[in-house]
């Protein structure tokens, strides 16, 4: 059903911190980064291998902003690749039902 893991997102309080931490320590360049307004983030994406590591900032007053005063940092989220979204959409539907 999912080919490979596409990124994981991470939320972070000290971006420039955390960026450090994996570019210069663990040697994971730093692809693209970008302020995302209507997610209320700031992200950055480091290579690793095939994958990626999301980095996510909270923007102060904006959806997202709460995400780390409510959660904490750590783990946000796992994007996976897949060859055929509308099948797997299909699959998981139907696995969904089955289970329910």
């Known amino acids: ?3 490979q893991i596409d990124h994981v997102g991470v939320a972070v309080s000290d971006l420039e911190a ?3 931490l994996f570019r210069d320590t663990f040697g ?3 692809v693209h980064r970008e302020v995302v307004e209507d ?3 700031e992200a950055a994406l480091l290579d690793v291998g095939d994958s990626h590591i999301e ?3 909270p923007l102060a007053r904006i959806p997202g902003g709460a995400l780390v005063a409510k959660r904490g940092t750590g783990l946000h989220h ?3 690749r897949v060859t055929n979204v509308d099948e797997t959409l299909e699959q998981l539907r139907r696995r969904r039902a089955v289970d329910r």
Do not use: I, N, R
Request: charged share 5%; net charge negative; hydrophobic share 65%.
């Open 78 to 80: 796992v994007a996976y």
């Open 39 to 41: 997610q209320g983030v």
């Open 18 to 20: 955390t960026l450090a």
């Open 55 to 57: 980095l996510l900032l």
């Open 28 to 30: 994971m360049p730093v």
């Open 1 to 3: 059903m999912f080919d």
